[in-house]
């Protein structure tokens, strides 16, 4: 499954698929000065710690644990800084076969390996389709029956398929074919994990047999469950066996296919990556050693730059960001601002005391977005104001005729006696989860604690440190949810990923016909027009239903000192990792 699913830290975009039109081939390279030699080593600082080689999965989906996935993997195309698609030819190809029906072919290049020598072949194309796909899934969510085999983050109907695909018989590709026309197909698709570690893992012989069972496992059907225990084994396995906030001791756990390999970690501390010396196919890096430092906090960050402990740091910027990143460019670090393809937001679970959308709409009516937006963005942004939809972010040209009618204006100042009303004497109890880890959510957190308790809410802490807490998101231990989307800028997918029914990132229960009906025009629909039409009215419809709150979009910055080059920020979910094998030592 591709990178662009988003990551469950701070942020998502929607830009349109024009984003995928001038893709090119090969791969990037650094300009370099031609005496420049390979090797050395640098630190860069993170806000989250680590906690899964799995980012594909609902648990796995964070940004550290997908920005550590880029480094540590390759597949068959990456997103550059602009968000556009660029091929890597060196890796493998793909091909539309067909547009009616939507048939694309993918096959691997000979000599592309895993790190311990294993080839990546058809075995993991058709393991890595059918945990994206959903095609085995016969679950009822509204009925409580089947099963839900692979928990993919990312939305399932994507690589809804007519059957199973189409193995070829070089063993080293695979044919789609999708039941509708799909407007994100060149992105829809790349490799995942290990198919003969999952199969292995999973109590099969071989990855033989794991496309044995794959192939013989009949498609899910809601209506008529049946469970299919093999299956579910290696679902299970796919789904946590890959969770780890240290160094597993089986090396099989955590395989390369990309420049760099994880050397080491220490939970919640630092992580060290090394070259990967057999990678050939892909852009060849420039550092021997990458050392990952896990901060949270701004002003350790910006001391450890200082003091040389860091030489990268891309913070989560606060309010108090403008004097500390000044006082860095003042004395000769690099310093640059930017704005984030994503946002934070606060989601309320469609049961316990927010099953009344009454109560819903009250505690909305409590939330100081204002207040939030001047304790967290501050003067990085001049005049900076809540944002107002669920589905566009200021930049883009929709924006503006959108939050115009779509409902948002009924939360745009705090009312405490308007939620009074609706709560009619009632005191409902509400946990909220949250990264404590991080001061910005711990910030939001605590301004929306003290309004809402003048409404005559109960609000209770539910926050969890940074390793633990996205393993919460969709389970029964809270009632509210501060977190972001960040995306990467390419089609429209992270949409029906977040709100379509029981799609894989949708944690809060939410459900709508009508707004169903419109992502599944929205994924089949290559107009840009069009498109907008439909995620305007998807805006307005989760609006109406009291889901939550936009809070502000997300300002990156990034701080590098003069001992390394080529590192330069991308809007998306991998900040500065998008091009990790260009950073090297400065001449």
Not at 226 to 254: C, H, I, R, S, Y
Request: with cysteine; hydrophobic share 40%; aromatic share 8%.
């Amino acid at each position: 499954m591709p990178v662009r699913r988003l990551m469950q830290y701070i942020a998502a975009a929607m830009v349109t698929a024009a984003a995928v039109a001038g893709c090119s081939s090969g791969g990037t390279a650094p300009v370099v000065a031609g005496d420049a030699k390979r090797g050395g080593s640098a630190t860069v600082a993170e806000v989250n710690a680590f906690s899964s080689f799995n980012p594909f999965s609902t648990d796995g989906n964070t940004d550290i644990n997908t920005k550590i996935g880029a480094a540590t993997h390759s597949g068959f195309f990456s997103l550059d800084d602009k968000s556009v698609v660029v091929r890597n030819d060196k890796f493998g190809r793909y091909e539309k076969v067909s547009d009616d029906p939507l048939k694309v072919r993918y096959t691997v290049n000979e000599g592309v390996k895993w790190s311990d020598g294993a080839p990546i072949d058809a075995g993991d194309l058709l393991l890595s389709w059918a945990a994206g796909s959903g095609y085995f899934d016969d679950a009822n969510p509204a009925a409580g029956t089947g099963t839900r085999y692979f928990s993919a983050a990312s939305d399932t109907s994507g690589l809804a398929a007519t059957g199973l695909p189409e193995l070829g018989d070089d063993g080293r590709s695979i044919t789609l074919e999708y039941s509708v026309p799909y407007a994100d197909w060149q992105t829809a698709f790349d490799v995942g994990l290990p198919a003969h570690v999952v199969a292995a893992k999973a109590g099969l012989a071989d990855e033989e047999d794991l496309v044995d069972l794959i192939k013989g496992s009949a498609k899910g059907n809601p209506e008529k469950p049946a469970a299919n225990a093999g299956l579910k084994k290696v679902a299970d396995f796919w789904n946590n066996g890959f969770d780890t906030t240290g160094l597993p001791d089986d090396p099989a756990l955590f395989l390369s296919s990309g420049p760099y390999i994880v050397r080491d970690i220490v939970p919640g501390t630092s992580m060290k990556l090394v070259r990967n010396r057999d990678y050939a196919w892909g852009t060849e890096p420039w550092l021997d050693e990458i050392n990952v430092r896990f901060t949270g906090n701004l002003s350790a960050a910006v001391d450890a730059l200082r003091n040389g402990q860091a030489d990268i740091i891309s913070p989560q910027p606060s309010a108090e960001a403008a004097g500390l990143f000044s006082g860095l460019a003042q004395q000769g670090t690099a310093v640059e601002q930017y704005s984030q393809s994503g946002y934070d937001h606060l989601d309320l679970n469609f049961s316990g005391p927010f099953a009344s959308e009454d109560v819903r709409k009250a505690f909305l009516k409590t939330v100081p977005r204002q207040d939030i937006v001047d304790a967290v963005v501050g003067d990085l942004v001049p005049d900076s104001k809540p944002l107002d939809s669920q589905v566009f972010l200021p930049g883009q040209p929709k924006y503006a005729d959108t939050v115009k009618n779509n409902g948002s204006a009924d939360y745009a100042e705090v009312d405490i006696d308007g939620a009074r009303k609706l709560l009619d004497g009632a005191t409902p109890t509400v946990r909220i989860l949250y990264n404590r880890d991080n001061p910005n959510r711990a910030e939001a957190f605590a301004l929306i604690r003290d309004s809402a308790q003048r409404a005559g809410f109960r609000v209770v802490d539910a926050g969890q440190g940074s390793t633990d807490w996205a393993k919460s998101l969709g389970g029964a231990g809270y009632d509210a949810a501060l977190l972001g989307w960040i995306g990467t800028g390419a089609g429209v997918g992270r949409v029906p990923q977040i709100f379509r029914t029981g799609a894989g990132s949708n944690f809060n229960g939410f459900s709508d016909g009508d707004a169903d009906k419109a992502m599944e025009q929205l994924s089949t629909t290559t107009d840009l027009g069009k498109q907008d039409e439909l995620l305007a009215g998807i805006d307005k419809r989760i609006w109406s239903r009291a889901y939550g709150l936009p809070l502000y979009q997300t300002v990156g910055a990034i701080a590098v000192n003069a001992k390394v080059a080529g590192v330069k920020p991308s809007p998306g979910p991998l900040g500065v990792w998008w091009n990790v094998s260009e950073w090297r030592l400065a001449q």
